[in-house]
T-cell receptor
Framework: DTGVSQNPRHKITKRGQNVTFRCDPI?????LYWYRQTLGQGPEFLTY????????KSRLLSDRFSAERPKGSFSTLEIQRTEQGDSAMYLC????????????FGNGTRLTVT | GENVEQHPSTLSVQEGDSAVIKCTYS??????FPWYKQELGKRPQLIID?????GEKKDQRIAVTLNKTAKHFSLHITETQPEDSAVYFC?????????????FGTGTRLAVRP
């Protein structure tokens, strides 16, 4: 499968713990996006990278959230001091830079904070 | 920022009938409008997209129409089949040079009755 890969698929953690998710985009894609999706809602934009540069962050991304893409390939999303409100599906997507390139999503990481 | 509204939230049709889902957007600078299908527990998958220089696009049983003046676009599925049952999301984004994050609608749950 050469699509977007996310790990882990599921994560259950206790409130206050830190968690880290990984995304491996389609190899030739230089843009990588993180979205959050809660039940019954559409995905909400969190942040995106072009190569290793983080170009935009949503106001949804509080200071407990940090994302990196150190070598312009895979990306990690870390949530510190998790809260119950962080429970959601975290989706990663990738695309080419050019205007005709659509976003391809991964299967997501479902986070449950107890 | 961009705001996308989607209607209806649920839609039930008889197999073989047509289904129509409508979306409106707020930012006249948006120029890219994809539609994603999401089955339970799976990734959003692009089914069709349209750009602002085109008024209509068709791919087999699926078509999308765009009215830039009114800032609305619609998804049409003809000859619906049970496997079309899923949640459908519309989205809008501005040109990639302006930061191309997708803003999603809240989704339409389509049920096709056999």
């Amino acid at each position: 499968d050469t699509g977007v890969s996310q790990n882990p698929r599921h994560k259950i953690t206790k409130r206050g713990q830190n968690v880290t998710f990984r995304c491996d985009p389609i190899s030739e894609h230089n843009r990588l996006y993180w979205y959050r999706q809660t039940l019954g809602q559409g995905p909400e934009f969190l942040t995106y990278f072009q190569n290793e540069a983080q170009l935009e962050k949503s106001r949804l991304l509080s200071d407990r959230f940090s994302a990196e893409r150190p070598k312009g390939s895979f990306s990690t999303l870390e949530i510190q001091r998790t809260e119950q409100g962080d429970s959601a599906m975290y989706l990663c997507a990738s695309s080419f830079w050019d205007s005709n390139s659509p976003l391809h999503f991964g299967n997501g990481t479902r986070l449950t904070v107890t | 920022g961009e705001n996308v509204e989607q209607h209806p939230s649920t839609l039930s049709v008889q197999e073989g009938d047509s289904a129509v889902i409508k979306c409106t957007y707020s930012d006249s600078a948006s120029n890219y409008f994809p539609w994603y299908k999401q089955e339970l527990g799976k990734r959003p998958q692009l089914i069709i997209d349209i750009r602002s220089n085109v008024g209509e696009k068709k791919d087999q049983r699926i078509a999308v129409t765009l009215n830039k003046t009114a800032k609305h676009f619609s998804l049409h599925i003809t000859e619906t089949q049970p496997e079309d049952s899923a949640v459908y999301f519309c989205a809008a984004s501005m040109p990639k040079s302006s930061g191309d994050k997708l803003t999603f609608g809240t989704g339409t749950r389509l049920a096709v009755r056999p």
